[in-house]
T-cell receptor, first 113, second 117 residues
Framework: AQSVTQLGSHVSVSEGALVLLRCNYS??????LFWYVQYPNQGLQLLLK??????LVKGINGFEAEFKKSETSFHLTKPSAHMSDAAEYFC???????????FGQGTELSVKP | GAVVSQHPSRVICKSGTSVKIECRSL??????MFWYRQFPKQSLMLMAT?????????EQGVEKDKFLINHASLTLSTLTVTSAHPEDSSFYIC?????????????FGPGTRLTVT
């Protein structure tokens, strides 16, 4: 069975500071990994995805994530936080076959001026 | 491209009534659509997988008779919450998989906020 654990339900950073959101996964097959962002009362927007190609994945809005098989991690980073980055972030895993996504608990990112 | 819409965006209904939520893929065909439920400050929980022309597959613990799913065409899936109760109040989100696209790609709708009074 697949699972995702996001460490830290709430992360707070100052504007301009590094953003680091942690995600660890468990999967018995090579995983497909995703990061989504959700703004209040809205659906999910895909930030980036890992699909067994390059381990360093670049996404939209300056975000990137690195797949580390040895650590079973897929942490999301952004060098410099912007106020507009304040939102809920979800890490998700899929086996790539049936298409089912398993989501982590989510991390709320706050950005202080 | 790859836009998914949901209707309505918000609905308030009285306890005991039924409410239907539509999920449409606007610019692609979707053989598979997924329905999720999200409580405040919580993650998305998959309720069911909907395949065009066949019965939906429900996740463990989801009542089939309460959450009726119909996927009658390649662009439309509906979720009907029957005999709604206040505990059914939640944010319902659908996603769709592009028939001609990559198997693992899902495109999410904007969600429907259901409030049962």
């Amino acid at each position: 069975a697949q699972s995702v654990t996001q460490l830290g339900s709430h992360v707070s950073v100052s504007e301009g500071a590094l953003v680091l959101l942690r995600c660890n996964y468990s999967s018995s097959v090579p995983p497909y990994l995703f990061w989504y962002v959700q703004y209040p009362n809205q659906g999910l927007q895909l930030l980036l995805k890992y699909t067994s190609a390059a381990t360093l994945v670049k996404g939209i809005n300056g975000f990137e994530a690195e797949f580390k098989k040895s650590e079973t991690s897929f942490h999301l980073t952004k060098p410099s936080a912007h106020m507009s980055d304040a939102a809920e972030y979800f890490c998700a895993v899929s086996d790539g076959q049936g298409g089912k996504l398993i989501f982590g608990q989510g991390t709320e990112l706050s950005v202080k001026p | 491209g790859a836009v998914v819409s949901q209707h309505p965006s918000r609905v308030i209904c009285k306890s005991g009534t039924s409410v239907k939520i539509e999920c449409r893929s606007l610019d692609f065909q979707a053989t598979t659509m997924f329905w999720y439920r999200q409580f405040p400050k919580q993650s998305l929980m998959l309720m069911a997988t909907s395949n065009e022309g066949s019965k939906a597959t429900y996740e463990q613990g989801v009542e089939k008779d309460k959450f009726l799913i119909n996927h009658a065409s390649l662009t439309l899936s509906t979720l009907t919450v029957t005999s709604a109760h206040p505990e059914d109040s939640s944010f319902y989100i659908c996603s769709a998989r592009d028939l001609s696209g990559i198997a693992y790609e899902q495109y999410f709708g904007p969600g429907t906020r259901l409030t049962v009074t």
